[in-house]
């Protein structure tokens, strides 16, 4: 889950939000978003889904099993 705490932290970042706007967005906690990002919780599928079409990548990439 490594590339997955990376690579949310580093979508939400260029797109300049918060973790509360990022809340909002998604409908996440703030602490939950928190925990992924510190590698402290493991999303589940449903999550990975709401943060992929949130950020209009896909869920691979999110994983690191591809690059784009």
Same mark, same amino acid.
């Given at each position: ?26 409908? %996440? ?21 709401? %943060? ?17």
């Amino acid at each position: 889950m490594e590339v997955f705490t990376e690579r949310l932290k580093e979508l939400r970042k260029e797109k300049g939000l918060t973790l509360d706007q990022l809340e909002i967005a998604t409908g %996440l906690s703030r602490s939950a978003i928190s925990d992924y990002e510190n590698g402290k919780r493991t999303p589940s599928a449903s999550v990975i889904i709401t %943060l992929a079409r949130f950020f209009e990548v896909t869920t691979d990439y999110l994983l690191g099993e591809s690059d784009f």
